[in-house]
């Protein structure tokens, strides 16, 4: 079962209608697929906020009045360039037994032993590609870095993915890495001033003799 959304159908706007619909709380777009005519419709802000904050990635049952239910994966959002709310949403239609391709959040849990010695988490990709039935797609792919020294990295191929799923990234690309601590090359540039000084004042003195 999808995510469930409501929407209606809308016609073909002018700009100044839709700048309308937005200050009413409604978000314009559009619903198309390989075999499906394409709609264009409007949904309720308060509805689709929730949910792309929750599930952004999960197969929605969107439920269109006068029309009825098709599944759906968003494909595409625009948002506020100051704002960043929702302008304009895309929907792909798809067929619950063809495979997909979607996008899904790398989730980071655990503690690094190496961030507690001081290292650095940089986080290097923060999502996945992959292809899969739509039933399949899971919400999120975990990284455990309850192992993790400084220096060292998670790569795509550590990963554990359902066995259905298939992951379109390159295995040797970089999830998560330990970086060194700043703090040693910090100190290094401020000790190199303070020696140049001394040594200048050193040469000083020797002149004057």
């Known amino acids: 079962m999808g995510v469930a959304l409501k929407g209606n159908t809308r016609t073909r706007s002018t700009k100044s209608e839709v700048k309308q619909l937005r200050k009413q709380g409604k978000v314009p777009g559009v619903v198309y697929g390989k075999d499906a005519d394409s709609l264009t419709v409007v949904l309720e802000r308060k509805e689709l906020t929730p949910l792309l904050r929750s599930h952004p990635n999960a197969v929605i049952d969107l439920n269109i009045e006068g029309v009825g239910k098709r599944p759906v994966l968003i494909s595409g959002i625009q948002r506020d360039s100051l704002s960043q709310e929702v302008v304009h949403i ?16 790398i989730e980071i849990i655990g503690e690094a ?39 060292e990295n998670i790569l795509v191929s550590d990963l554990k993915l359902p066995k259905d799923v298939e992951v379109k ?38 002149t004057k003799e």
Do not use: W, Y
């Not at 895309?90 to 959040?105: C, G, P, R, S, Y």
């Not at 923060?126 to 975990?142: E, F, G, K, M, Y």
């Open 169 to 206: 990234n390159d295995s040797e690309d970089v999830v998560v890495t330990i970086l060194q601590p700043r703090l040693e090359v910090e100190e290094t540039t401020e000790d190199e001033p303070a020696a140049e000084a001394a040594e200048s004042d050193k040469s000083a003195g020797e």
């Open 113 to 151: 032993p190496g961030v507690e010695a001081g290292g650095i988490l940089q986080v290097e990709t923060a999502a996945l590609d992959v292809r899969c039935l739509p039933n399949d797609i899971p919400d999120s792919v975990q990284a455990d870095i309850s192992k993790l020294g400084i220096g």
């Open 90 to 105: 895309d929907f792909h239609q798809i067929k619950m037994n063809e495979l997909v391709k979607a996008t899904v959040a």
